[in-house]
């Protein structure tokens, strides 16, 4: 059956929603933005806190806004997992979004944004790549080529429009996954800022009336479903959705928000407890850091050797899912334990990882985990294996086989021998690393595990 494609006609609450002001621009229209800042903006319209609307600018010239435009900027968000036990699969459609606009086409209508009051709120997500300075970008009448040269020129038309007032500065919400990722874009500003000339005053209002806040996103957004799953979904929901995007039920949106004035411009965040404004949000990355990517990168030769092919492959089996479990709960958690986290803190967080990795409807792979193994492995592991040894005095039985079985990978696959003492070079790690290998050989890994 032939179904019409999702727009305002087929929505009746919409009706609630389409006089909203326009409160925020987002740079991005990717399924990040779509699925994490932009799914929290909207149920927070839906119980009357926020009330605004998202302007997304389209800043690549890479494809075009047809589907958003032949949708009334409509999309259908599917949440698909585990959550606290219990397996979800449900779908709503998103109605944060009042228009996409091109950059390079639609440059006027940006500066005009800039200049209206209701926007206060900036969200970008450019990739990594977005937030480099880019020397030769030039400042004029049409759009800039970079996100920052035209972050830049919105903030002076701003400025020049307000007349400096403070009191019209923009929250600025990078998600780009840098660490630090507005403290990077400030910099990037300033430099560009002195670079064109522009006067003092402006660079001083940039600093004071705006706040540039690191912000730390955490959800898997694969995106859009397989053929057979998006036919079932149209016969269900009767209608066509070419934005379509499915996500876990995980979300976490930690934002270091340094001004006062900052909540009750981004008061969206109050709407649900998964978005965390917070002085610092250091505590959320290495939670995120060492208990989500950490365990992942310990536990991914292991998989591999014992034949797994997916996450959820491996999950599916008991020995393997209390080995992982250990790993998490007994070894890396008391690891993370501090003077920001607490252990309850990093129990649920470790609990939330082991659920996350138990979706059925994510087909993760342990070979795209294993890519740049060997800096995954140093950045989020090292400290971790020597942080162990210092709580307890001995090197932990569970990392210690992950590591072996780490540098086994590598020699197969990449034929590079790992030296063990440049990621941890307590003696008695080094030669239990030694016997695991020996084991592994010896007997498998499979043996080892139980499987």
Not at 320 to 343: K, M, Q, R, Y
Not at 367 to 382: G, V
Request: contains cysteine; negative net charge.
């Amino acid at each position: 059956m032939s179904w019409p494609l999702l727009n305002n006609d087929l929505l009746s609450k919409q009706g609630k929603f389409k006089d909203l002001p326009e409160r925020v621009l987002q740079f991005g229209t990717g399924v990040l933005l779509r699925g994490l800042p932009d799914f929290f903006i909207h149920h927070a319209n839906e119980r009357g806190i926020f009330n605004g609307k998202i302007v997304v600018v389209k800043s690549t010239a890479n494809g075009d806004i047809a589907n958003f435009t032949s949708q009334d900027n409509l999309f259908t968000h599917c949440i698909r997992g585990v959550n606290h036990g219990v397996l979800v699969n449900e779908s709503f459609i998103n109605c944060a979004i009042s228009r996409v606009v091109e950059a390079k086409k639609d440059w006027s209508q940006l500066i005009e944004l800039a200049q209206n009051e209701h926007i206060e709120v900036i969200i970008s997500n450019t990739t990594e790549a977005g937030l480099v300075l880019d020397t030769n970008d030039l400042l004029g009448p049409d759009a800039p080529n970079s996100f920052p040269a035209k972050l830049l020129a919105l903030l002076y038309a701003r400025w020049k429009h307000f007349e400096g007032a403070l009191n019209k500065g923009w929250v600025i919400l990078p998600t780009e996954l840098v660490p630090d990722n507005a403290n990077v874009l400030l910099n990037i500003l300033l430099k560009l800022a002195k670079q064109h000339s522009l006067p003092e005053a402006f660079v001083k209002w940039i600093n004071e009336a705006n706040d540039f806040c690191n912000t730390l996103v955490d959800r898997i957004v694969p995106g859009k479903l397989n053929e057979t799953e998006m036919h079932e979904l149209e016969n269900t929901l009767g209608y066509k959705d070419q934005l379509l995007i499915s996500s876990e039920p995980f979300a976490l949106w930690a934002i270091e928000a340094k001004k006062p004035t900052t909540i009750a411009k981004i008061c969206f965040v109050t709407a649900d407890d998964r978005v965390v404004v917070a002085p610092s949000i250091v505590k959320y990355r290495d939670l995120k850091l060492r208990l989500l990517n950490g365990t992942h990168t310990f536990s991914c030769a292991v998989a591999i050797m014992a034949g797994f092919t997916t996450v959820i492959q491996a999950m599916q089996n008991k020995a393997f899912n209390n080995f992982i479990s250990g790993l998490a709960l007994e070894e890396i958690a008391p690891c993370v334990v501090g003077d920001d986290i607490t252990e309850n803190e990093a129990v649920k967080f470790a609990n939330s990882v082991l659920e996350r990795f138990s979706n059925p409807f994510i087909q993760h792979k342990w070979e795209s985990i294993a890519m740049n193994f060997e800096e995954k492995m140093k950045m989020r592991n090292q400290f971790l294996m020597e942080k162990y040894i210092l709580l307890k005095s001995k090197p932990a039985e569970k990392m210690t086989l992950c590591f072996a079985a780490f540098a086994l990978y590598m020699k197969k696959e990449h034929n590079k021998d790992i030296d063990t003492a440049n990621f941890c070079n307590h003696q008695k790690f080094i030669e239990e690393v030694d016997d695991w290998t020996e084991k592994m050989n010896n007997i498998g890994l499979k043996t080892i595990l139980g499987i």
